[in-house]
C-alpha cells in the first residue's frame, strides 16, 4: 500500500532526519510533499539525485494527503494538525501540544504500538528525553516492574533545533578566534558551559521538560501510579542526548539479568563494558538508530534499585525516527 | 603567628591557585617554597612583582617547614606525605591517598573544622565533587537530617589538572580548524562529547570518583549509615563542577525554609531565581570562592525530599580554597 505522505518543518533539524529515514527506511510513499512557513515556500531542498520543493503549510496543503508528519512547534500543531485531520490525513505529531490528550496516542513502537490502531487522527510522538530514557527503563520495567526513578539530563543543542546548534558553533567558534559571542537563542553561554534549563519553569520548581519525563513515561507505559524526579540540564553536546537513571523496581533485581533484557530489547544496544572504556556517549550514539544502555549497576542508596547511563540520538530516536516508526505502523 | 610554607605540585593547576590564594588571602607566611618534580626544579614562577622559583620536592626539602600543602597525586601524598611529617612539618593532602585514613581527618571547615585539631600530622582535603555537592547538601541536613541522596554530576576537565584543560582546548581549537584530534588524556574525545567515567571502575560497577562521594560524604559530616547512589560525568566545561542532587530527609521538608538555610550557609550562595534565569552554571561560579546553590524544589519522587542544583569551581572549593581554608584553621 502506497501513501502520500507530508512533512511539516522540513526545514527544520527533524525535518531534515524525517526527510533522510523515509528515503533510507524505504517508507512506502507515493508522493512526499514538504511544508514549511511561507518565507521558505519555493525553497529547493536536495536530496540524493533528487530535488524537492518547499510548499506553504495551509490547511489546504492537507488535501488527499494520507500521513503527516509534524516537527515545527506546537503551536503549528495546535492550528494545524486539526485541519489535516479533518481532511482525512493522520497527523504524527513531533511538538508537545496533543501528547497528555486522552484521546491523542502518545507512543514509542517498542513499547505500546499497539496504542496506534486507537487513534482519532492525531499521534504523538514523546518528548526526545522521554523516548530516550524509556530505551533503558522499560526493558529493565518488564524484568523487575519500575515503581519509581530519577532522571539527571545531559541535553544536546540539537533539542533546539539548528539554532541550538549554530549557537554551540558560533561561540565556540568566536572563542577560537578571541572574539565575544553573546547568547541569543539561550539565556546563558553554552560553550564551556551548561544550565539546569530546558522549556520553561512552572510554581513547582520544576520545567516542564521535566514534567514530561514523569507524566509521558506514565501514559506510554499505561503506569499512572509511577513517580518520578527529574533533573533536565543542556550541555554542549551536538545532537545526542544522555541520561544518569537511578531506578526503584518491585522486585530484586539482577544486574546481569538487566543487561540481558536490555540486549534483548529491540530500541536498545547494550554498550557495558566498563573495564574497556565502554559505556554509552553522546558522540558514539549520533546517528544511530538504537540508543545505548550501560552502566548498569546496583543501586547503592535503593533497595531493589538499579543505575544506568542511557545516550540516543535527539533527532534520531528522540524526534524523527520515531516519529517515522509510528508512520510505517499506520502503513 | 607567621609561618613557613611550602605547596607540592606547584606548577599544576591546583598549585597554581594556592599560590595565588596565599597571597590574596593575606595567608601569614614568613617564606613559601614552591616545590614539583625534578624535571620542574629551577623553572620560575611569576607572582604579581614577584619571581618563585622552583625546588625539588625532596624528603629534605620539609625541614623547617611548617605546613605543606601537597597537590601532586596520591603516590607523592604517600612517599612524601610521612617524610614531611617526620620533620615535623603539618601537611594538608588535596589528593585520595589518606583520606578514608581513619587516624586523618578529613576536613571541610564550614563542616567540620573541628575536626583539624585531631590531626597526627596530615589532614585530607575532600574530592573536588564531594566538597561541592556538600555545600548544598550540608545546610540542608542541618535543617532536615539526610537521609540519603543520588547525584549526577557534571564534572569539568580542569578535575584532570592541565592536561584535561588542554585536551579540550586542542580538541576545539582542532575542529575550528577543520582537524581531527585525538583523545590521549581521557579514553574519549571531549570536545562536544560527555562520558560516565570519572576515575577507575571497581568490581560494583562504580568508579572511584562515584565512591568517595558517599564515603567522603560520611565522614565528613560524621554520618556512617548515610546513604548514597552517584553517577560522575565529564563534561566539556572548563574549570566549574556542577552536581544535580535528589535527597530524601528525616523531617518534612519546606523549600522556603530549605533556601534559607542555603543563604546563610558560609560556603553556599543561594542563586534560585528561577523565573529571571537564576540558577547555578559553571561559567557563573568559575573563579568565585562561594559555591551556586539553586533549583532547589520539592522533589517528587521522594517522600520528604528535596531535589537541587550545585555548581562550583573545581579548583577553588574543590581544591585549593579548601586546602587554604584547613591551612588557616591551622594557624
Not at 544522555?242 to 534483548?264: K, Y
Request: hydrophobic share 45%; net charge negative.
Amino acid at each position: 500500500m502506497a501513501v502520500t505522505v507530508g512533512i511539516v518543518g522540513a526545514t527544520g533539524a527533524v525535518g531534515q532526519e524525517l526527510i533522510r529515514l523515509l528515503h533510507e527506511r524505504e517508507f512506502p510513499f507515493s508522493s512526499l510533499k514538504l511544508l514549511a512557513s511561507g518565507r521558505s515556500a519555493g525553497k529547493e531542498i536536495q536530496y540524493g539525485d533528487k530535488t524537492l520543493t518547499i510548499e506553504e503549510a495551509t490547511p489546504q496543503a492537507f488535501a488527499g494527503m494520507d500521513i503527516a508528519l509534524f516537527s515545527a512547534g506546537a503551536s503549528i500543531s495546535k492550528v494545524l494538525g486539526p485541519e489535516a485531520v479533518k481532511r482525512g490525513c493522520v497527523v504524527v505529531d513531533n511538538s508537545s501540544a496533543f501528547r497528555m490528550d486522552p484521546e491523542v496516542p502518545l507512543v514509542v513502537p517498542e513499547i505500546n504500538a499497539h496504542a496506534v490502531k486507537d487513534h482519532k487522527g492525531i499521534i504523538a510522538n514523546p518528548n526526545c528525553s522521554t523516548a530516550i530514557a524509556l530505551m533503558g527503563l522499560f526493558p529493565l520495567h518488564q524484568a523487575f516492574g519500575l515503581k519509581r526513578f530519577i532522571a539527571c539530563t545531559y541535553q544536546a543543542v540539537s533539542g533546539s533545533g539548528v539554532k541550538g546548534m549554530m549557537e554551540l558553533e558560533n561561540q565556540l567558534r568566536a572563542w577560537s578566534e578571541g572574539r565575544e559571542s553573546a547568547p541569543s537563542n539561550y539565556p546563558h553561554p553554552i560553550a564551556f558551559n551548561l544550565f539546569p534549563h530546558v522549556d520553561v519553569f512552572f510554581d513547582d520548581g520544576y520545567t516542564k521538560e521535566e514534567h514530561k519525563m514523569l507524566n509521558e513515561s506514565r501514559k506510554i507505559m499505561s503506569m499512572p501510579d509511577l513517580t518520578a524526579s527529574t533533573t533536565c540540564v543542556r550541555v554542549p553536546v551536538m545532537r545526542a542526548h544522555s541520561i544518569a537513571l537511578h531506578a526503584e523496581f518491585e522486585r530484586p533485581v539482577d544486574v546481569e539479568q538487566a543487561r540481558q533484557a536490555v540486549a534483548a530489547f529491540a530500541g536498545a544496544e547494550l554498550c557495558d563494558d566498563p573495564a574497556h572504556n565502554l559505556y554509552p556517549t553522546p558522540l558514539q550514539y549520533s546517528g544511530k538508530d538504537k540508543c545505548g544502555v550501560g552502566r548498569i549497576r546496583r543501586d547503592s542508596a535503593i533497595e531493589n534499585g538499579l543505575a544506568l547511563f542511557v545516550a540516543g540520538d535527539q533527532l534520531l530516536k528522540g524526534a524523527a525516527l520515531n516519529a517515522v516508526q509510528i508512520a510505517e505502523e499506520l502503513v
